[in-house]
Each structure stands twice: as C-alpha cells, then as structure tokens.
C-alpha cells in the first residue's frame, strides 16, 4: 500500500506479494474481509430491526427484499461470514489463550476445518429455519 | 536487508495498544455466547414474518440478549476497522477523519438500533 500520499515514516512488514499462499494465509485474510464485511452486515440487521419498530409497512419493504434472490444471497453469505469470523476469531483466542495449534499441519487443517463450518453450518441454519 | 538505528528510532509502536487488543479479545468472548444465540434465534424470527417478529423481540430474553448483542458487536467492530484503518490508510488527515468517521458511524447505529430494541420491547408492556 505504498501510494502516494503515505506520510507514515514507520516501517511496513512485507507485502502480500512476498509470501507464497497457503490455507492459513487464506485464513488470516479472510478474517480481516469477513470482519470488515460483517461491518457493512451491521447495517442490515440495523435495517431489520429499525423497519420492525416502525410498523408492519415498513416491515414489509423489508421483508420483501429479504425474500428476493439478492436478499437470500445476501443473507447467506453474512451467515457465512458471520460463522467463519467466529470459528477462527475462536482460534484466535484459542492461540492466545492456551496457545495451541500453532504446527504448520493442525493450523492449516484448521483453517480448512473454519471455512467447511462456515459453509455448512450457514447451509444448516437457513434450510432449518425455512422447513420450521 | 538491515535499516541503520538511527532511521528507525522512535518509529516503532505507538506506545499504545495493549488495551485495544485485550478490549478485542474480551469483546470476542463475549460474543462466542451471543453469537450462536443470535443466529439459531434470529434466523426463525426473520421467517416468522411481522407478528412472529415482533412476538420474538417482546420476550425479555431475546431483548436482552440482542441490547447485549448489538453492545459488543459493535463495540468489537469499531475496535477491529480501527486496525484496518490504521494498517491501510497511511496519508494523515484522511486516517483520522476515517477513524471519527467509524466512532461515529457504530455510535449512530448503536444509538438507532437500541432505540428500535426498547421500544419494541416496551410496546409489550404497554
């Protein structure tokens, strides 16, 4: 991110081109994109909770691009988002805490492990919730 | 690859930090509990369309739970883009006008969405 216009004169760590990818790089970067999309999620559960408190009209603009096919997509992946953000901020503090995991093999098994929860266990909650 | 001292000196961390990064972590712990509630609760509450909605935010609980919700949620979000901001936007001005933005963006929906919470819940009572 070196463009111009950087007036910070503390040094920089490597960047992305430097390394070779690998599951836990994928794992760390999709943290930081989940983390920031989940960011934009807040305004959309803001959103829901906003049109329920102002009546059953506004509730049902709402609930009707909820129901659409962008709204469904959309839905979906925040599940998503919001699962893998939890699975590896879990590990996260999983690292920090009793500080294990960290072998090349179980950390990248791992990350594997995170985004198969993320991507199942959205599939899981949205298919109950629609058959109850 | 070796940097002379003299160009590094006084150029290292901010002298801050600790406290951002155990507020993040305590916020997470946080939300371990809170999240798995609000994603098996809330996904029925949004297929259960505006009376099973509305029903759902009534009960104390889901209230509760959901003013807790939004409290650390936001409170880790504002924490986390904080540190995304500061890692990739390095021109000054822009940096800082970036990070009030942020403070005042999750105030703002803090603010709206725990006003929506109280008065749905308080709706019951009345």
């Given at each position: 991110m070196a463009g111009s216009g950087w007036t910070d004169r503390r040094p920089m760590s490597?960047?992305?081109?430097a390394w070779r990818w690998h599951a836990t790089m994928y794992g760390s970067i999709f943290h930081r994109v989940t983390g920031v999309g989940l960011y934009g999620g807040a305004f959309l559960i803001a959103a829901w909770v906003v049109a329920l408190a102002s009546g059953p009209a506004t509730y049902a603009v709402v609930e009707a691009l909820m129901h659409s096919w962008p709204g469904q997509l959309l839905l979906f992946l925040w599940t998503m988002a919001v699962l893998y953000h939890l699975a590896n901020g879990l590990r996260h503090l999983i690292w920090d805490g009793p500080m294990v995991g960290f072998s090349p093999r179980i950390a990248s098994a791992w990350s594997f492990l995170n985004f198969a929860f993320a991507v199942l266990g959205a599939a899981a909650i949205w298919s109950l919730a629609t058959l109850v | 690859m070796t940097t002379s001292t003299k160009s590094v000196r006084g150029l290292g961390a901010a002298g801050r930090g600790t406290e951002h990064h155990i507020r993040q972590r305590v916020s997470a712990i946080a939300l371990i509990f809170l999240v798995p509630w609000f994603l098996s609760s809330v996904a029925f509450a949004m297929t259960a369309g505006y009376s099973g909605a509305i029903g759902w935010m009534q009960q104390s609980h889901n209230a509760l739970l959901f003013i807790l919700l939004l409290s650390a949620a936001l409170y880790h979000m504002r924490l986390g883009l904080q540190t995304v901001i500061e890692d990739y936007i390095g021109r000054a001005g822009t940096k800082q006008a970036l990070l009030i933005g942020n403070v005042f963006i999750v105030g703002g929906i803090y603010v709206v969405t725990l006003l929506s919470v109280l008065k749905l819940w308080l709706g019951n009572a009345a």
């Open positions: 490597p960047h992305l081109q | -």
